[in-house]
């Protein structure tokens, strides 16, 4: 489990280094187009316990649109199935998704299988995000830094500016 969060903290490493900004790239061979955010967020306090949230992308009609959020999680429980992600804003209001994946022990969730979901978490500033381990309850409360707390918000942004 150690191993799959330091993955994810060299995956950060890499993309940050790029930050706003969406990465487009077509495959010559299969003419398949990808889209990537440059940016994830690292959800951790000390790099042992914690999630990476990524926004996927994907390319409709010439158009980045968002497909959904994969968590990869490290230290909350040991197997994954029906997790949540908690929001809370600013404002103090909270916003609940729960995964829709199939049961794993690599510490993998996708949330908001039919991309509906983003408009609910991308207008206000975020200042915590919990994620809950559906299956043993256990959970991580991420504390974002004032830079942080407009990252759904700046997603959205890149999107808009990327589609003009």
């Given at each position: 489990?150690?191993?799959?969060?330091?993955?994810?903290?060299?995956?950060?490493?890499?993309t940050?280094?790029?930050?706003?900004?969406?990465?487009?790239?077509?495959?010559?061979?299969?003419?398949?187009?990808?889209?990537?955010?440059y940016?994830?967020?690292?959800?951790?306090?000390?790099g042992?316990?914690?999630?990476?949230?990524?926004?996927?992308?994907?390319?409709?009609?010439?158009?980045?649109?968002?497909?959904?959020?994969?968590?990869?999680?490290?230290?909350?429980?040991?197997?994954?199935?029906?997790?949540?992600?908690?929001?809370?804003?600013?404002?103090?209001?909270?916003?609940?998704?729960?995964?829709?994946n199939?049961?794993?022990?690599?510490?993998?969730s996708?949330?908001?299988l039919?991309?509906?979901e983003?408009?609910?978490?991308?207008?206000?500033?975020?200042?915590?995000?919990?994620?809950?381990?559906?299956?043993?309850?256990?959970?991580?409360?991420?504390?974002?830094?004032?830079?942080?707390?407009?990252?759904?918000?700046?997603?959205?942004k890149?999107?808009?500016?990327?589609?003009?």
């Amino acid at each position: 489990m150690m191993m799959a969060l330091m993955m994810c903290f060299v995956n950060v490493s890499y993309t940050q280094s790029k930050p706003d900004s969406i990465h487009y790239e077509k495959d010559i061979m299969t003419d398949k187009e990808y889209a990537i955010f440059y940016e994830s967020l690292l959800c951790s306090n000390d790099g042992k316990v914690g999630f990476l949230l990524t926004i996927g992308l994907e390319i409709k009609n010439g158009d980045v649109v968002y497909s959904g959020i994969r968590v990869g999680s490290a230290g909350i429980g040991t197997c994954n199935e029906k997790d949540q992600l908690i929001f809370l804003f600013e404002d103090g209001t909270k916003y609940t998704i729960t995964s829709w994946n199939d049961f794993n022990c690599k510490g993998n969730s996708w949330f908001d299988l039919y991309h509906k979901e983003f408009n609910n978490f991308n207008t206000k500033k975020v200042t915590h995000i919990r994620f809950v381990n559906g299956r043993s309850y256990d959970s991580f409360t991420y504390q974002l830094k004032p830079d942080e707390q407009g990252y759904f918000i700046k997603c959205l942004k890149l999107m808009n500016e990327y589609n003009r």
